[in-house]
């Protein structure tokens, strides 16, 4: 906004073009924007809030901002638990990039014996000093070492691929709830007609963000089950093609409307 329209609207303005003002530019002070309003500005503008009328519509979007503001740190908290899965997520995928590379250099070298029962005895006692977390280690009939995400060493531990199916699940509820949150944010905003631009962004900032690809690698990408069949490629291919997509996928991912109502009743208490 220009210095003549703020100048206008300190003249001549409506209690709410003043009002909506006032706090658009407290909202970007609070998100350490750059304000709308020089110091001299906001003092003028706050004092031309003079008439009945206009104070207590100033004092009703005071309220109205604090529920917001509150409103938007329990938004946060929800990305920041989502965030943590994700992050558990690309662990469990980084462990298992590490298990594979390691795989395909063991059977690199297991390759360049010829002789299939050396090989064999070779790459079983290896594999009797290796131990791998949440994983099992075989040796395959042509005497190549296979490291099994779906099976542990230990019977009474989780396997890889368990783990991440446990996490995912929690991610996907996670990231549903978030979305309640947001939408319901969004629209106490609209139902009291609390219209500041700087807040709606921060929601749907969050939006954006929880329902972008988080994958470390497109390898790992929820998408890539999407992608048609490359041709001539074989079941076992796409098999594990759709194994490796441990990420949530956010289009498919509904928003928690039991959270939305928690949102709307416990949080902004507006419903």
């Known amino acids: 906004m220009n210095k003549k329209d703020i100048t206008k609207t300190i003249s001549s303005g409506t209690a709410k073009d003043k009002v909506l003002l006032l706090t658009e530019d407290v909202a970007k002070r609070k998100s350490g924007l750059e304000p709308i309003l020089s110091e001299q500005d906001f003092q003028a503008l706050l004092s031309s809030v003079e008439r009945p009328q206009e ?8 309220k109205i901002d604090q529920t917001v503001t509150t409103g938007l740190y ?3 908290q929800s990305r920041v638990l989502y965030r943590m899965h994700i992050s558990d997520l ?39 000093y290796s131990a791998f977390i949440l994983a099992d280690l075989a040796i395959d009939e042509e005497g190549y070492v296979e490291v099994n995400a779906g099976r542990a060493q230990k019977a009474d531990t989780a396997s890889l691929l368990k783990a991440i199916a446990g996490v995912r699940r929690e991610a996907e509820k996670e990231l549903s709830r978030t979305l309640g949150y947001a939408k ?12 500041v631009t ?13 329902q972008s690809d988080k994958s470390l690698w497109p390898k790992y990408s929820t998408q890539q089950k999407k992608s048609p069949s490359k041709q001539g490629q074989s079941r076992r291919e796409m098999e594990r093609e759709h194994l490796f997509s ?9 928003m928690d409307m ?3 109502h928690h949102f709307k009743r416990n949080v902004v208490g507006y419903e």
Not at 246 to 254: A, F, K, R, V
Request: no cysteine.
């Open 55 to 62: 104070r207590r519509l100033y004092n009703q979007f005071r």
């Open 74 to 76: 329990v938004l946060n």
């Open 90 to 128: 690309r662990g469990y995928a980084l462990l298992w990039e590490a298990y594979q590379r390691a795989e395909e250099l063991a059977n690199h070298i297991l390759h360049e014996m010829k002789d299939k029962a050396q090989r064999t005895r070779i790459a079983k006692k290896a594999a009797s």
């Open 184 to 195: 319901a944010l969004l629209d106490y905003m609209e139902e009291r007609d609390f219209k």
């Open 198 to 210: 700087t807040y709606q962004d921060k929601v749907r900032e969050v939006m954006k963000d929880v």
């Open 246 to 254: 441990i990420y949530p996928d956010p289009s498919e991912i509904q």
């Open 258 to 260: 039991a959270a939305y």
